[in-house]
């Protein structure tokens, strides 16, 4: 699978828009990206996952440039409850007996301010 | 509906001791994965199930790590003569066997090995 890069943290204020960025130049045709978060003492939640389209749903939309070497995760009105370590991964699209395992990095701390 | 679920939520261990770990997946998931979290890391892919086969237990860190799905639903993941290092957070997740289905992660078993 390729490797993500994201910075350690970030923070956002209240109301305000989060932008989570993502490098994946190693990315090949047949890996999606996918993003998660983890919410402290929780387990990883499913927020959304894309291929070269950009993605919208309830919770996020996602922007992958036409290269696909990078993405970026936007929040758009962030919260409080927004904090947590958000997780940028690529996956690969025809599993194997993996079963399309995720491979996380460390993530990005975000800190939604008040 | 309900989610993943894992038991015991906390579980404190000497050093020496064997320990089981449990996980029901959402009802009609084929796949089913264990993984390991340290403090401060992203979580790490330990072994896979489709069904009651165990596909991959490529991330098993030693042989005291032993994980079953004998009839395709629960799991358990079971850790012989524990040892401090294996002080950690063990998330499991389940999805649906199709390719690009997202992982659905329970809040996982913190383990402490005293």
């Known amino acids: 699978d390729a490797k993500t890069t994201q910075p350690t943290s970030m923070d956002c204020a209240e109301g305000r828009a989060a932008n989570l960025p993502c490098n994946h130049s190693?990315?090949?045709?047949?890996?999606?990206v996918y993003w998660y978060r983890q919410i402290h003492s929780q387990g990883p939640q499913y927020i959304i996952h894309?291929?070269?389209n950009n993605e919208t749903n309830e919770m996020a939309s996602l922007i992958i440039t036409e290269d696909r070497k990078s993405s970026t995760l936007i929040l758009p009105h962030a919260t409080l409850r927004d904090t947590a370590v958000y997780y940028c991964?690529?996956?690969?699209?025809?599993?194997?007996?993996?079963?399309?395992?995720?491979?996380f990095g460390k993530g990005t701390s975000l800190l939604v301010t008040p | 509906g309900a989610g993943v679920s894992q038991s015991p939520r906390y579980k404190v261990a000497k050093r020496g001791q064997d320990v089981a770990l449990r996980c029901d997946p959402i009802s009609g998931h084929v796949s089913l994965f264990w993984y390991q979290q340290a403090l401060g890391q992203g979580p790490e892919f330990l072994t896979y199930?489709?069904?009651?086969?165990?596909?991959?237990k490529s991330g098993l860190p030693s042989d005291r790590f032993f994980a079953e799905r004998p009839e395709g639903s629960v799991s358990t993941l079971k850790i012989q003569r524990t040892q401090q290092e294996d002080s950690a957070v063990y998330l499991c997740?389940?999805?649906?066997?199709?390719?690009?289905?997202?992982?659905?992660f329970g809040n996982g078993t913190r383990l402490t090995v005293t």
């Open positions: 190693t990315i090949s045709g047949n890996e999606y």
């Open positions: 894309g291929l070269k």
């Open positions: 991964i690529v996956r690969v699209r025809d599993g194997s007996n993996s079963g399309y395992a995720l491979n």
């Open positions: 199930f489709q069904n009651e086969a165990q596909l991959d």
């Open positions: 997740a389940s999805s649906l066997v199709r390719k690009n289905s997202p992982l659905h």
